[in-house]
């Protein structure tokens, strides 16, 4: 597995990559940071932890108003892997703060 060092609201990450999906991953890291910038640069929440959590939900929000993936529409991200990989992150640091 490939790691790749990506940047979330400033802070640096090293995520594991499965070979081909590079790309996949950037485009993720990118979108949950402009959403995690847009929750704070809004000003009203200001920890890093509570910016993650608002940022997941909002995301996980936009893929459920896409509907279930069916095989004219693939889902573009995998909910469960992204999941993994947040965990192990925050395993090796423990909080976002």
Do not use: F, H, W
Request: net charge negative.
């Amino acid at each position: 597995m490939k790691q790749i060092e990506v940047s979330i609201l400033g802070q640096a990450y090293v995520l594991g990559c499965p070979e081909g999906g590079e790309s996949l991953l950037r485009d993720a890291v990118a979108a949950v940071d402009r959403e995690m910038v847009g929750i704070r640069d809004a000003g009203k929440v200001k920890a890093r932890e509570r910016i993650a959590v608002l940022a997941a939900l909002n995301l996980a929000y936009q893929l459920a108003e896409r509907g279930p993936a069916t095989p004219e529409t693939p889902a573009e991200v995998d909910i469960d892997a992204l999941i993994r990989r947040v965990d192990a992150v925050l395993g090796s640091d423990g909080q976002l703060l």
